[in-house]
């Protein structure tokens, strides 16, 4: 069983930076793990990114390209999503992700197993 425990998430000003992180616990040895989610009030929950675990590829939205990062401490169990030159639109509970399913593309919800209970982004104007 995979535990996945997100943090780093607050209120910040459009154009500013976060940083999340996840901590995982358990058999975190899968191709695509992790994965970072994302999900507004009344929205469904978007794929943002991902990064393989084999290469360390990574995966992202357009909406997020070129301002996001994602990377991973295997050592650590831990992974990071660097959030620059938010925007208001970023604002959503963000989830990190893990333990490939095998079905549907890296960045769709089905892709993924185990889940954390997310941390709350807020970027206001």
């Known amino acids: 069983q995979v535990q996945l425990v997100e943090s780093g998430g607050g209120s910040v000003q459009a154009g500013g930076s976060l940083r999340l992180s996840c901590a995982a616990s358990g058999y975190t040895y899968s191709s695509y793990c992790m994965g970072w989610f994302r999900q507004a009030p009344g929205k469904e929950r978007e794929g943002v990114a991902a990064i393989y675990t084999g290469d360390g590829r990574t995966y992202y939205a357009d909406s997020v390209k070129g301002r996001f990062t994602i990377s991973k401490d295997n050592a650590k169990n831990m992974a990071y999503l660097q959030m620059n030159m938010v925007k208001p639109e970023d604002t959503g509970m963000y989830y990190c992700?893990?333990?490939?399913?095998?079905?549907?593309?890296?960045?769709?919800?089905?892709?993924?197993?185990?889940w954390g209970q997310g941390t709350q982004v807020t970027v206001s104007q």
């Open positions: 992700a893990c333990g490939s399913t095998g079905v549907g593309p890296v960045l769709a919800r089905s892709r993924y197993r185990y």
